[in-house]
């Protein structure tokens, strides 16, 4: 169902056990927005400053983030089915992740979490920007944070 292409550009070893835990919350998050076609993402960890170096490029933001989402498709949830059908090839691509593994740490340890939660949880939220989502206005926010908390399993 998904494919992912691992790129690991910082200076942190990542294990296959926190890969694996990766890789199944965002085939959670296909299956919950009931994408059935076999899908791939590019996933990268990057330093931080690359994540800045990036942000500030595509973003006009020079700061620190921790993941930045570069969807293939314009609102793909909304135009999935043209976009599936038009797309005679599979894997469906649906376009790029990077994540700041040195922010991602530092905020599972401000947030109580493990690594492996918050890089899960990030994964989710990108795969959902991937599809469309966003959270720049109120609604919004509070549709993507359900959507969020519904596959992570918390309540």
């Known amino acids: ?3 992912v292409a691992y790129d690991n550009r910082s200076n942190f070893e990542i294990a296959d056990p926190i890969l694996e835990e990766i890789e199944d919350a965002m085939v959670r998050t296909l299956l919950d927005q009931e994408i059935e076609v076999e899908c791939e993402v590019s996933f990268s960890f990057v330093s931080v400053d690359e994540i800045k ?5 595509y973003r006009d933001k020079d700061v620190v983030t921790d993941v930045l989402s570069f969807p293939m ?3 793909f949830i909304v135009h999935r089915e043209a976009i599936i059908k038009d797309n005679p090839f599979l894997p469906l691509l649906l376009g790029d992740i990077v994540i700041c593994i040195q922010q991602a740490e530092t905020q599972a340890k401000e ?3 493990t690594l492996t939660r ?3 949880y990030l ?3 990108s795969v959902l920007h991937l599809l469309g989502y966003d959270h720049m206005e109120d609604d919004e926010k509070s549709a993507m944070r359900r959507i969020e908390k519904e596959i992570m399993g918390d309540d």
């Not at 170096?53 to 490029?57: G, I, R, S, V």
């Open 1 to 3: 169902m998904l494919i």
């Open 53 to 57: 170096k990036l942000n500030a490029e």
């Open 73 to 75: 498709y314009e609102d």
């Open 111 to 113: 947030y109580g979490n």
């Open 118 to 120: 918050e890089l899960s």
């Open 123 to 125: 994964s989710v939220h």
